[in-house]
Every structure is written in structure tokens, then in C-alpha cells.
């Protein structure tokens, strides 16, 4: 189901994401920290689960951002489709759930290398407008990946 | 991991995150002419608007937007030629969804979506547009075809 929402709302959350994708990193490159970034990657996770299955809409961040931030700003110019976000956060489940899967399996570089990649995916969204779902949803059904 | 080590692995990461970006903001969205384009047939594009097939082209210009159905900034470009296509009447906007027409797709060889493509007043194709069309690239488009 998708519905109509603002665009500056998922950029919001990407941006949390990405700074608790970047502490995760950091975390995740010392072996004293190695469990705390993989709970923390474990936490992540559950959120693009979340935004995956029921939409930015009712993500806890686009909560915060219906309730502090959208107040303060202008009226957006346009809504946005949810199917887009939504699809990102698909993304970002898979990236950082084989990340956290993995690392239960002792191969624990993929914790801050999934994190990473992910990193990568939130910030330019957050900073710059990126839109997975307009890159790369296409090439994935033209290759057969999804349906 | 020493300290240092880990925040410059996450500084440059950030920074590599930056520079894709600013890369990839660069580059999108920009105009490549196409040399001996090809006819667009529209009887195979099957191209509605407002709900009634497209017979003819713009006498000027004509704006062939293929977009998806995961993609946010094909709503904003969609909104920059249908304001163009107010002021200017001999400039035609046609937007096709090839989510399920991935003929289309592999045809025009679309990856990324929105993908503009530039036709003349015969149908033949000039340019090429990937991603979000600048403001720029449009104006400097409309200039080539100013009668």
C-alpha cells in the first residue's frame, strides 16, 4: 500500500540512519567494540524492517519528523509516492541484514562492511537527493531480480 | 584498532560518500546529443495523456519521460515540463510509466529512471537526459529548437 507523503520526511530519517550507520563502523572496526556494533547493526536492521513492511509513513522516524520537524518548515512543494522510500529501506534491510546475519557466523567483517555500504546509500540520500528506487529499481527488474 | 586509525576510516568514508555525490549530482541530469537519433513510433509507444492516446508531436520540442513507478524525482521533473508545457504550446511533454513495458526499457536501453528523451517535430530523437533534468538542460534544449 503506498501513500502520499513528504519528501523531505525520508531524507530526515536517512539521516539518522546514516549517522547511526557511521558510529557503527567506528564501532565495528575494533575488536572491543566488535558486539556493540553488531547490536547496534541488529538495531538498524529492525528499523529498515520496519520502513520496509509498513512504510516512512509510519516509521517511528517519520513520526519525529511529522511531530518536530515538518512544523517548522515550509509546505512541500509536491507529495512524494511512499513506494520509493519504501523501496530504499528494502534495500537497506537487505545490505545491513546480511551484515548482521554474518556476523553471527563469526565472519565479522561484514559488520562494519555492511554498515558501510549502507552508510553510503543513507548519506546520499539524506545529503543529496539520491533516490535508489529511480536508479536502480529498473536495472533489478530488467535483470530479473525482482518481478 | 587504534583510535586514529578508526576515525580516519570513517572520515574517509564520509568523504568518499561526498565526493560520489557530488559526482553524481554533477553529472545527472545533463543533455547528450544523439547523432542520427531514431524515429520514435508512437503507435508502439502507446503513450496516453490525460487519458487520451498521443497522435502527434510538440511542433517545437517534445519531452519523452520514461519513468517508474519507485521513483520520487520523476514526479518533480514530470511537474518542471507540464509548467513548461503551460507557457509554451508548441512544446509537448509525454510521460510513460515502463515499469511493465520493459520492451520499452530494453529498447531505449533505460536503466536509470526519469530518462528524457529529446524529440524533434518529426519524432526523431536529439538528446538524451538521464536522471532529473537541470532547469539548464531544459532552457539550453528549448534554445536549439527556437524557431
Not at chain 1, 558510529?23 to 529498515?48: C, E, K, M
Request: hydrophobic letters at 45%; glycine letters at 8%; a positive charge.
Amino acid at each position: 500500500m503506498s501513500t502520499q507523503i513528504d519528501p523531505r520526511g525520508p531524507r530526515f530519517g536517512a539521516a539518522i540512519t546514516a549517522t547511526l550507520l557511521a558510529v557503527d563502523v567506528y564501532l565495528g572496526l575494533d575488536a572491543s567494540t566488535l558486539s556493540d556494533a553488531h547490536a547496534l547493526l541488529g538495531a538498524i536492521t529492525i528499523g529498515f524492517l520496519w520502513g520496509a513492511v509498513r512504510g516512512p509513513a509510519n516509521h517511528p522516524y517519520g513520526y519525529l519528523f511529522k511531530k518536530l520537524v515538518r512544523p517548522r518548515l515550509a509546505a512541500p512543494k509536491e507529495l512524494e509516492d511512499s513506494s520509493a522510500p519504501q523501496f530504499a529501506q528494502l534495500v537497506g534491510l537487505l545490505v545491513a541484514g546480511t551484515g548482521f546475519v554474518l556476523g553471527f557466523f563469526g565472519i565479522t567483517a561484514a559488520i562494519p562492511l555492511a554498515a558501510a555500504a549502507a552508510f553510503v546509500a543513507a548519506f546520499l540520500n539524506a545529503a543529496f537527493n539520491y533516490c535508489l528506487g529511480c536508479q536502480i529499481y529498473l536495472g533489478l527488474k530488467r535483470a530479473k531480480v525482482i518481478r | 584498532m587504534p583510535e586514529e586509525l578508526r576515525l580516519s576510516l570513517v572520515v574517509g568514508l564520509i568523504a568518499f560518500a561526498g565526493v560520489l555525490g557530488w559526482v553524481w549530482r554533477v553529472r545527472t541530469g545533463r543533455a547528450k546529443a544523439i547523432d542520427r537519433g531514431e524515429l520514435i513510433d508512437l503507435k508502439r509507444l502507446q503513450a496516453t495523456k490525460s487519458g487520451l492516446p498521443v497522435v502527434a508531436f510538440g511542433r517545437r520540442v517534445t519531452f519523452l519521460q520514461f519513468s517508474s513507478e519507485t521513483c520520487s524525482t520523476c514526479k518533480q521533473t514530470a511537474r518542471l515540463f507540464d509548467e513548461l508545457e503551460q507557457t509554451a504550446e508548441d512544446v509537448l511533454h509525454i510521460e510513460v510509466d515502463i515499469t511493465n513495458r520493459l520492451d520499452l526499457a530494453k529498447k531505449f536501453h533505460v536503466i536509470q529512471t526519469p530518462t528524457t528523451l529529446v524529440l524533434d517535430h518529426t519524432g526523431r530523437v536529439t538528446s538524451r537526459i538521464g536522471g532529473a533534468p537541470k532547469q539548464s538542460t531544459i532552457d539550453q534544449q528549448l534554445g536549439s529548437f527556437a524557431i
